[in-house]
């Protein structure tokens, strides 16, 4: 018998009833903008901005939601608001829709950052 492996687990994304929580850390003043990779059990978003005046949180949320498929009013962040380690909620109606996005959007950034 041979036994199959565990699914990989995603400790970056969490499904709840009614909304999608996401580790996240920010690399402000980066020269890529977007989803890069997942490391250290959070999802990496380059933003343009620095780290001034909420700048760069607004970057993130903005790049969140467009990559969600959701407005900006449905993020929140949780946890994080003056730091690079974040902790965003995404109120949806559907939460397995979103994460299904959120995990192939972060699979392409691992892709695109193994070819560079």
Known sequence: ???????PTRRWLERRIDAVTVRVRAKPGSSRRG????ADDALVIGLN?????GRANDEL???LARSAGVPRSAL???RGATGRDKLIAISASDPDGISAR???LAGAGQKQRSLV
């Open 49 to 53: 901005s620095p780290p001034e005046k």
């Open 61 to 63: 949320i903005e790049i």
């Open 35 to 38: 989803i890069i990779r997942v």
């Open 1 to 7: 018998m041979s036994a199959q492996a565990p699914p």
């Open 76 to 78: 929140r962040i949780v």
């Open 102 to 104: 959120l995990i192939e």
